[in-house]
Structures are given as structure tokens and as C-alpha cells.
């Protein structure tokens, strides 16, 4: 089993649209979680980091289930400009080697 | 405030070459990690550098080396370059292990070996 797993899609959703990517992880002992963007052949830009309780960035929700060992990101009112790959991020404690997914791919159209 | 900047953007190489690539982390920052990405892929770590020291390593052969400066940039040095060592090369920066860990990205090196 990977380290960190994603579905790469693509996840097709029309503007507007509520849209929710899981990411699973193996090590129980991951005490660190990042979302991160990626627009194409660009680098990651980190989008926000997960907190135990849950946390909140305007249209963007992400939430922290540690007995299943996921992190979720929730997208709303999908945007053209929210197009991109969204890449999870574990690290786990005692460690500072991130270990990335390979990403979600979303596409966004009108 | 300047960001991540790396060196060069792009680079074509042929099989047995070696490169070496550039990064400057970003203002405060002191702590460079150096990750591969292939295509499809996400960011796969290779080592960080704290203190001109490599900290920590990932599953990477000895023919990746690295080098941290004084004014803590950095370098990324690929010996025997091989087919599959094609990738596009990332430099992040962060504060110094056990502080804030969020890392910032450069724009990468997009390395070519024909």
C-alpha cells in the first residue's frame, strides 16, 4: 500500500458545483497535513494545512478523519480558476519529510 | 520579499551527463529540501539541507548529492544521469526543522536526458 494515496481523476464538475477530494494515508503516527494546488507545469502552491478539528478558508474545507487515516478537501461554488492539481501532504511526527500524493486533478468548465 | 528562486528553468542533458541545479531559498528561510517530479507524479523527497548539513534522505541513489552554502542556497547535483532521471526538479524552503514546516516552493528545473 502507498504512503499516500489519491485519486487522480480527472474529477469534471460545471461551475458552481460542490466538489470534495479524499486522501488516505498509511502511517498512523502522521501528525502534519497540507493541502497543496498545482496548476499545470507550475510548481505547488500550499492551499492550506489541515488542522484535528477541521479548518476553513473561505470556499475551501478541509478535515482530518485519524482513525481512517484521510484528510478531505471540499471545494464550493466551484470557479473556472480553481482548474488545477490538488496534491495532499502527510509528514509524519518526528519526520520532516513530507510525502506527497500524486495528486487530484480537477477540471472545472462552464 | 524575493521567493524560491531556482536555476535554470530548463536543461537537456544526454545519458551518463551530470548537472547540477541551483536554488536560493526564500527571504528567512534556512531549510532547503529538494524533491523529483515526474510526470503524473507528485513530488517525490530527495534529502533537505539544514546547517550545510543533509538532514534527511529519502529513497534516492548515491548518484544525488547536495550542497548547502553558507547563505543557505543550495545545490542539486546529478551524477550518470540516466533516461529516467527526466524530471522536473523542485526546490522548497522552510524554517528550521521543528518550527513552522509549511515549505515554499520554486519554480523547478525541467531536466531532459535524451
Known amino acids: 500500500r502507498k504512503e499516500v494515496e489519491q485519486d487522480p481523476g480527472p474529477f469534471n464538475v460545471p461551475e458552481g458545483a460542490t466538489v470534495a477530494f479524499n486522501c488516505t494515508y498509511s502511517?498512523?503516527?502522521?501528525?502534519?497535513f497540507f493541502w497543496y494546488r498545482q496548476d499545470c507545469r507550475k510548481e505547488p502552491k500550499l492551499l492550506m494545512s489541515v488542522y484535528s478539528s477541521g479548518n476553513e478558508d473561505g470556499r475551501f474545507t478541509a478535515q482530518l478523519n485519524r482513525a481512517s487515516q484521510y484528510i478531505s478537501l471540499l471545494i464550493r461554488d466551484s470557479k473556472l480558476s480553481d482548474s488545477a492539481t490538488y496534491l495532499c501532504?502527510?509528514?509524519?511526527?518526528?519526520?520532516?519529510?513530507?510525502?506527497f500524493g500524486r495528486g487530484t486533478s480537477l477540471i472545472v468548465h462552464p | 520579499d524575493a521567493g524560491v528562486t531556482q536555476s535554470p528553468t530548463h536543461l537537456i542533458k544526454t545519458r551518463g551527463q551530470q548537472v547540477t541545479l541551483r536554488c536560493s531559498p526564500k527571504?528567512?528561510?534556512?531549510?532547503v529540501s529538494w524533491y523529483q517530479q515526474a510526470l503524473g507524479q507528485g513530488p517525490q523527497f530527495i534529502f533537505q539541507?539544514?546547517?550545510?548539513?543533509?538532514?534527511q534522505r529519502g529513497n534516492f541513489p548515491d548518484r544525488f548529492s547536495g550542497h548547502q552554502f553558507p547563505n543557505y542556497s543550495s545545490e542539486l547535483n546529478v551524477n550518470a544521469l540516466l533516461l529516467g532521471d527526466s524530471a522536473l526538479y523542485l526546490c522548497?524552503?522552510?524554517?528550521?526543522?521543528?518550527?513552522?514546516?509549511?515549505?515554499?516552493f520554486g519554480p523547478g528545473t525541467r531536466l531532459t536526458v535524451l
Open positions: 522548497a524552503s522552510s524554517s528550521p526543522p521543528g518550527q513552522e514546516i509549511t515549505q515554499y
Open positions: 502511517n498512523s503516527a502522521s501528525q502534519s
Open positions: 501532504v502527510v509528514i509524519p511526527g518526528g519526520s520532516y519529510i513530507p510525502t
Open positions: 527571504s528567512g528561510h534556512d531549510t
Open positions: 539541507y539544514y546547517e550545510e548539513e543533509e538532514r
